[in-house]
């Protein structure tokens, strides 16, 4: 099922489009995560769908984002409204940058769609496209297995470590936990971690 998501977003990028531009609830975690960051960052956005609401909260907070989303359609309208920013189309497991390029890397709703050994082999990887003192924003399951979920009448993959693997996996690849709250209620039932390349 994990190869079937690419091709579920684009059919689906208009839907999926509307329901982000009318919600974010986890403003809250991208205020601290953005707290972090220095004036004028440079942020990756993996998963970036069309840019609303998170690459406009960075944007509007005077950063500038590179987004990377596997649809074309959602990285096309990013790139409509948000010109003088940087949107790549590709599977971000393909993706790949320089060593240090980043001061900011988020990962949000995206990271759990893949399947676990992606999710630490991406891991590894944000950890090297950091800067040092740069951080990192994911959200994942609250424990290991799979869950199947439903976006517009279709299945939709996600999967999970458990905490402790997550933890190890971060450990491993130089990455300390900042904030980690299990299925945060305010933030409409996410597993969020926030992180830092000491």
């Keep these: 099922m994990p190869h079937r998501i690419i091709d579920l977003y684009q059919r689906h990028a208009a839907a999926f489009d509307a329901a982000r531009r009318d919600s974010f609830p986890e403003r809250t975690w991208f205020q601290r995560f953005e707290r972090m960051l220095p004036r004028g960052a440079d942020v990756l956005d993996l998963g970036c769908g069309g840019g609303e609401p998170v690459a406009r909260f960075l944007v509007?907070?005077?950063?500038?984002?590179?987004?990377?989303?596997?649809s074309a359609t959602?990285?096309?309208?990013?790139?409509?409204?948000?010109?003088?920013?940087?949107?790549?189309?590709?599977?971000?497991?393909?993706?790949?940058?320089?060593?240090?390029?980043?001061?900011g890397i988020i990962a949000w709703s995206s990271l759990f769609h893949l399947e676990p050994q992606w999710q630490e082999k991406l891991i590894r990887r944000i950890a090297v496209w950091l800067r040092k003192g740069g951080v990192a924003l994911f959200n994942t399951g609250p424990a290991n297995g799979v869950a199947i979920g439903t976006f517009e009448g279709e299945d939709l993959y996600h999967a999970s470590l458990s905490p402790d693997e997550y933890r190890a996996a971060l450990a491993?690849?130089?990455?300390?936990?900042?904030?980690?709250v299990s299925e945060d209620a305010s933030c409409g039932g996410f597993t969020?971690?926030?992180v830092g390349k000491i």
């Design 172 to 180: 491993e690849s130089g990455l300390s936990v900042v904030n980690h």
């Design 60 to 70: 509007d907070q005077g950063h500038h984002v590179t987004g990377v989303d596997s």
């Design 192 to 194: 969020v971690w926030l």
């Design 74 to 103: 959602l990285a096309n309208l990013a790139r409509t409204r948000f010109a003088r920013h940087k949107w790549i189309e590709a599977d971000m497991t393909r993706f790949g940058a320089e060593s240090g390029a980043y001061d």
